[in-house]
């Protein structure tokens, strides 16, 4: 069992100075202290650290050996410095005890106020004040909050109480109740934590403290916390400080108050007052939204001292941290003084506005605004919202598989969605799981639900690519076809009705919710640009059409790192030609069909390269297997292509006939898409002047040989068709054993694209359709994994692997060109990793090329710090 270290200290006051920083005192304890030591009006305290939560959950929720002792100390040296004894009766000192993690998690652990009354207390904080109503309504908070936190007991039990008093008394707010109204609800409340946890409220001082200070410590590993925790990445072992502060009132009366301020506007980055203030109030009942605050300006009006103060004191800690900053603040008989300041949460349009104009007030460098924007938020500007002053209720969640916000019809099939979305509606696609054959009806749908499917399914990836939202895996939903209705969360809904789905949420809403539009602007491009001077892999996209590449490039896409012609083949136009392709009996069949489709495929890659004129494309030969081209038994026009599509049923495909094995079992299938790809080349070069920067790709290649007769099969048509136009041939690397033999297969291609997606299927043995939503949502929830492998890079796993094969790649080539283009190519840790890597280029959606700029940025700047950090012998 951990003890305490001789000589180990975890408390310390708001003025002494400390060596640990945030990571110690947690956010709240070092802003408290860095604001005492500017001289801001700060109530006097004192910090229990973080070491001692993390012992006290260590030791089995038991205090640390020494920490009462030391709390002890620091209650007796706080009484010094206000004059007031904790525990008297007559003129008693009182402290809150709030929560403060490093990492700020508004709302998400406990606070409790007005610790050190009770009944003889309270009468001497009424003699003492002259103020009877102040004195009991800060008694009956305490009971309230201290039974929630504490005890446990349901808040609502509190707030029906508190609102039979009101109703009672005819009043609308809790201000308009009386003292002897108050007295009365302080005999139900006591009355009530009798009832519910069998023992009196307690009425000593430092029982009340002890136990406060343990709740707070427990909070760290509530619910809401870990699920706060798991959404933003945030470790579970960093705990919280408490933070024992001397009580100043916001609810003596008039000349009293409180409120939350901001530096800017964290909407919109705008300068400005923005915030909100209760007169004659707690925080709590801000934060709570008890009662409804009144905008910050009209403090101006009711306590002009205090906020003249408290806007000279905004600016000083704006100037100070170099930072937008959240600001909470009690105003006591006209007497201003800060309870918190941290850095602001925001919206992605906020943090690229304030982090601009900070480098044009010389508050911040560059290359600070790159490193403080998350590139995580950039998804914000690039897709629709929900409305944020709307109100709806959340029906049901699923997995939040593609950003942005869309309102529609639900209809349940490709070929209705694509019907209703060319008639001008708007419309949601709500599917099982959709596959390849679904694709013309994603292309006009507003958005995608699924009922199974992950972050990486096809809905997700098609989707992301599109710039659609999607929520998959809702395992609420079902779906009957036969009564085309669907029923989420047990309500039944039909064809028709209107559904909102939030992709950045996946969340899930029935009915219609307002949207805002994507934010993109100058600030946004600023940054990116700040960017870009320091960036050094390149960024790409994943495209299959010159829709695709023309957004792509407007996002600032360097070229194309993936162009999947699979997508190309599902057209409606080319599918039963593929069909006929697959059915034919024969090789010379099956090169009739091919001929039909060379022409259609030769269009898509002109397109392509046309739209990314000067730029690298490149393309991958088929990758799925043949049976994903043919409908389903059942759906299968005659017995001939039930029989066919029997003959290619794998019990694993994914493991099958697909990828090299295909072209090498089926030769004229590449044959034809590589006469195509050069036949585009070679007519955009004599259109444009341009010749195209061509590079084809091989997908699952895993030996040596399966490249060497696919490179030579590819020389042999690009010479027989166009032995002018320049190519590179290369591989995707999507197994292990590609990874380890990198250095054999190294001298058949010039160049390896990580496919990571597959990589790390293969890898970790995980069925990405089957684990997510299944197995892996309980690994994440229970901490057998920190982080989903196919959102965040396994670096530990599939990253090793990586780095064998650029290692064994390169050791062959030095020169090999590298680069990958799995969707962890726009997942900002996995960008950090691929730069230091030393791959030459990531490759991601369109949608998040933004991101992944900023992401490689970020990451090459953070790289330049840790050299000079080296180099200055750190």
Not at 86 to 97: E, I, K, M, R
Not at 99 to 109: D, I
Not at 358 to 377: C, F, H, K, Y
Request: charged share 25%; net charge negative; hydrophobic share 40%.
């Amino acid at each position: 069992m951990p003890r305490r270290v001789a000589g180990h200290r975890y408390v310390y006051d708001f003025d002494e100075p400390s060596d640990g920083g945030r990571e110690l005192l947690g956010g709240k304890g070092i802003g408290l202290a860095e604001m005492t030591q500017m001289g801001v009006p700060v109530p006097s305290g004192f910090t229990i650290t973080t070491d001692a939560c993390r012992t006290y959950i260590a030791n089995g929720k038991t205090l640390p050996d020494g920490l009462e002792e030391e709390i002890d100390a620091h209650v007796r040296s706080l009484e010094e410095k206000t004059g007031k004894r904790f525990g008297d009766t007559s003129d008693p000192l009182l402290v809150s005890v709030r929560s403060g993690a490093a990492v700020s998690m508004p709302g998400m652990m406990d606070t409790i106020l007005n610790l050190g009354l009770n009944d003889d207390a309270t009468d001497g904080l009424a003699r003492r004040t002259g103020n009877p109503r102040f004195a009991s309504d800060s008694y009956r908070r305490l009971i309230q909050m201290y039974g929630e936190v504490v005890e446990g007991i349901p808040a609502h039990k509190f707030e029906e109480t508190l609102t039979n008093a009101k109703l009672e008394r005819g009043a609308q707010h809790d201000t308009e109740l009386d003292q002897s109204d108050l007295t009365g609800l302080i005999g139900l409340y006591k009355s009530m934590f009798v009832q519910e946890v069998g023992h009196e409220f307690p009425a000593d001082a430092r029982e009340q403290l002890t136990r406060a200070i343990k709740a707070v410590f427990d909070s760290w590993d509530s619910p809401r916390a870990q699920v706060y925790r798991r959404t933003y990445g945030i470790p579970d072992d960093l705990g919280t400080a408490v933070n024992v502060v001397q009580m100043v009132f916001g609810n003596k009366g008039d000349e009293s108050g409180t409120g939350v301020a901001f530096t800017r506007d964290p909407s919109t980055g705008e300068h400005g007052l923005y915030g909100e203030f209760l007169p004659n109030a707690q925080g709590e009942d801000v934060v709570a939204g008890i009662r409804t605050p009144e905008p910050l300006a009209r403090m101006e009006q009711v306590l002009p001292q205090a906020y003249e103060q408290l806007l000279e004191t905004m600016r000083r800690l704006e100037q100070h941290y170099r930072d937008m900053q959240d600001i909470e603040f009690t105003v006591e008989d006209n007497d201003l003084y800060l309870l918190q300041t941290r850095s602001a949460k925001r919206t992605a349009a906020a943090s690229v506005k304030a982090a601009v104009d900070m480098v044009e007030e010389g508050l911040i460098s560059p290359e600070e605004a790159i490193a403080r924007i998350d590139p995580t938020q950039l998804d914000q500007l690039l897709h629709p919202m929900l409305d944020p002053t709307a109100t709806w209720d959340v029906a049901a969640r699923g997995l939040n598989a593609s950003p942005g916000a869309a309102s529609g019809r639900i209809v349940l099939d490709a070929d209705t969605a694509e019907q209703r979305g060319k008639g001008g509606e708007s419309v949601i696609l709500v599917r099982w799981e959709t596959t390849p054959d679904d694709i013309h009806g994603l292309i006009q749908a507003a958005g995608v639900l699924t009922a199974h499917g992950g972050m990486t399914s096809h809905a997700a990836v098609v989707a992301r690519g599109m710039g659609k939202p999607c929520v998959a895996g809702c395992d609420a939903l079902t779906i009957d076809m036969n009564t085309r209705t669907i029923t989420l969360a047990g309500r039944e809904l039909s064809e028709g009705d209107i559904l909102t789905i939030d992709g950045g949420t996946g969340s899930v809403i029935v009915g219609e919710v307002p949207l805002v539009p994507p934010r993109v602007n100058d600030d946004l491009e600023t940054i990116l640009a700040w960017g870009d001077e320091h960036r050094r892999l390149k960024v790409r996209a994943n495209a299959d059409t010159p829709e695709d590449a023309a957004k792509a490039r407007e996002f600032g896409a360097q070229g194309i790192g993936l162009c999947r012609t699979e997508h190309m083949f599902m057209a409606q136009d080319r599918l039963p030609v593929v069909q006929d392709m697959i059915m034919a009996e024969d090789e010379k069949g099956r090169r009739a069909a091919l001929e039909q489709l060379l022409p259609m495929q030769q269009s898509d890659f002109e397109g392509i390269f046309e739209a990314m004129a000067g730029l690298p494309v490149t393309i991958r030969l088929l990758d799925p297997p043949l049976h994903e081209f043919l409908p389903d038994e059942e759906h299968a026009k005659d017995e001939r292509m039930r029989q066919r599509i029997r003959a290619l049923r794998e019990s694993n495909p994914m493991l099958g006939t697909r990828g090299c094995r295909l072209g090498l079992m089926f030769p004229e299938i590449y044959e034809m898409q590589v006469r195509a790809i050069v036949r585009a080349a070679r007519a955009v070069d004599e259109r444009t002047g341009e010749a195209p920067l061509v590079e084809i790709m091989h997908p699952l290649v895993g030996f040596e040989e399966e490249l060497r007769r696919l490179r030579e099969l590819t020389v042999r048509v690009a010479d027989e068709e166009a032995p002018d136009v320049d190519y590179l041939c290369g591989t995707m690397i999507e197994l292990p054993r590609a990874c380890v033999r990198a250095d054999e297969i190294a001298e058949q291609a010039d160049f390896f694209s990580f496919g990571t997606n597959d990589l790390t299927q293969t890898a970790l043995g995980f069925s990405r359709d089957d684990a997510e939503g299944k197995f892996l949502t309980a690994y994440l929830e229970d901490g057998v994994l920190e982080q989903n492998p196919f959102e965040t890079l396994d670096v530990g796993g599939v990253g090793d692997l990586m780095r064998i094969a650029v290692e064994r790649g390169r050791s062959t080539k030095p020169e090999l060109k590298l680069g990958i283009c799995g969707e962890h190519g726009g997942e900002p840790k996995s960008v950090a990793f691929c730069h230091e890597l030393g791959l030459d280029y990531v490759s991601c959606s369109p949608y998040r090329v933004p991101l992944a700029r900023l992401a490689a940025a970020q990451a090459a700047l953070a790289g330049a710090d840790t050299a000079e950090y080296a180099a200055a012998g750190g």
